[in-house]
């Protein structure tokens, strides 16, 4: 046994806030009273249907994860957050039409007590959404006060002592760190003077570190990444993670691409194309937004892949994504994948995925485990980068040293050690050698 690490008790009910309110959110807040009143199964939910293994096979030690960590209840999860769009949570699921209505009416009153807060909005970043709900400011540095103290009020209002948030936002203009990102002093000069390389993202992460708040990132907008924000987290010791949530083609990528990998299979390339219709497709309409992603998705293969270590599999392969806005699909989006691979002696071969996935139904688990495990990490003092909360991200954040994982599989193996480690259960390493000796 390893020493485990101290984990407060969680007291009462968990907020959870989220900057955008949109399909994501909605089918978040809906869904988890569906399963609370026992309507549904919470399928897609690591903390809630996953299990994990204890000691040796023998031992047969395999608790479901709930009940190993002492996580916060989904049932006692108190949502709000900010939209730039005033429709409470049950209209605003409504438009995004990604729930039936049946589903929908079962909890039309406890969606529709949801309301946004204002949002902290620049249509530089944001181009294609309508804004009626927006906070007025005389500068960046003002509005992230405002954010900070709707933090406050929503913890008050609600006898709250715990909060986190999860960024649900549409995904922003794209952005690489300038010189108001490498430290905080200069962060927060760039915030008094109302830098436009200040994005409303970072303004969000900026008030949830300060009012020590754990913070995820699930759009691929720049935001906690930067330097000065993630320096502040560890120097505060609040956990944060990111970015960009990991729920369709792109999951399939980190499933397929270590397949590949294990069996020596040679990759020529790897054309991806996506249609959708909600919100986000319309964000992603624009330029600028689209680049965002399209940098997410795009730096997956090379980190599974590693073609500076097998320049003869992987050295010289084409990766195509494209996206594509198209409104009659609304948020059941799909993503075709033409991938020609060789094999033995260089014969090719090709395999097609078609994914007609459900974006919110398949990112609304992933942002109910990043709460509850960000709450778990706060309550446990793991305070900066959570790089074992990689498995949920396209483009997960680590140390500047260090290289992301994308392996799905290593990612899982990392989470899963990590619960064990912060408990003081040995990690796994699947040898296996001591059983035959």
Same mark, same amino acid.
């Given at each position: ?26 089918? *978040? ?92 909005? #620049? ?70 003077? %109302? ?29 906690? #990444? ?58 992603? #309409? ?9 940098? %997410?998705?795009?730096?997956? *293969? ?37 991938? #020609? ?28 485990? *990043? ?67």
């Amino acid at each position: 046994m390893s020493e485990a690490r101290e984990i407060r008790e969680a007291p009462g009910r968990l907020g959870v806030l989220v900057p955008g309110m949109g399909s994501v959110a909605t089918t *978040l807040m809906a869904g988890v009273r569906l399963v609370e009143r026992g309507f549904e199964e919470p399928i897609g939910s690591l903390t809630q249907m996953g299990t994990l293994r204890l000691g040796k096979r023998p031992e047969k030690r395999v608790p479901r994860i709930k009940d190993f960590v002492p996580l916060a209840e989904p049932g006692g999860l108190v949502f709000g957050g900010w939209d730039p769009v005033p429709e409470d949570a049950y209209h605003a699921a409504l438009s995004a039409g990604t729930l039936h209505k049946e589903h929908l009416e079962a909890v039309r009153e406890e969606l529709s007590a949801i309301r946004p807060m204002s949002a902290v909005f #620049d249509e530089h970043y944001v181009s294609r959404i309508p804004t009626s709900n927006t906070k007025s400011y005389a500068s960046l540095r003002e509005a992230a006060e405002m954010v900070r103290e709707d933090i406050r009020s929503f913890k008050r209002e609600n006898g709250l002592e715990r909060v986190v948030v999860v960024n649900c936002a549409s995904t922003e203009a794209y952005a690489q760190p300038r010189e108001a990102h490498f430290s905080l002093a200069a962060f927060e000069e760039a915030l008094e003077r %109302s830098d436009p390389s200040i994005s409303p993202a970072m303004v969000y992460a900026y008030a949830a570190i300060q009012e020590d708040v754990p913070y995820a990132n699930g759009a691929p907008s720049l935001a906690v #990444d930067v330097p000065a924000l993630s320096e502040l987290a560890r120097e505060r010791g609040v956990p944060v993670a990111g970015k960009d949530f990991k729920t369709g083609q792109t999951l399939m990528k980190t499933i397929v691409a270590p397949g590949l990998k294990a069996r020596m299979l040679g990759l020529e390339g790897w054309y991806s194309t996506n249609i959708l219709g909600n919100r986000d497709g319309e964000v992603l #309409d624009d330029p600028a937004s689209l680049k965002s992603k399209e940098v %997410s998705k795009l730096s997956v *293969l090379e980190h599974i892949l590693q073609p500076d270590l097998y320049p003869e599999l992987y050295g010289d392969y084409s990766h195509v994504v494209k996206i594509d806005y198209y409104p009659p699909r609304g948020d059941a989006k799909e993503g075709w994948d033409n991938i #020609d691979i060789k094999g033995w002696l260089g014969y090719p071969m090709q395999i097609k995925i078609n994914f007609l996935a459900r974006d919110s139904i398949l990112a609304a688990p992933v942002v109910l485990d *990043l709460a509850l495990f960000l709450d778990l990490a706060q309550r446990a003092g793991m305070g900066g980068v959570q790089e074992w909360l990689s498995f949920y991200f396209k483009s997960p954040m680590t140390l500047p040293e260090l290289y992301p994982e994308h392996d799905l599989f290593v990612q899982l193996t990392k989470l899963k050690n990590t619960l064990r480690t912060i408990k003081g259960e040995q990690p796994i390493h699947h040898t296996g050698l001591d059983y035959y000796e």
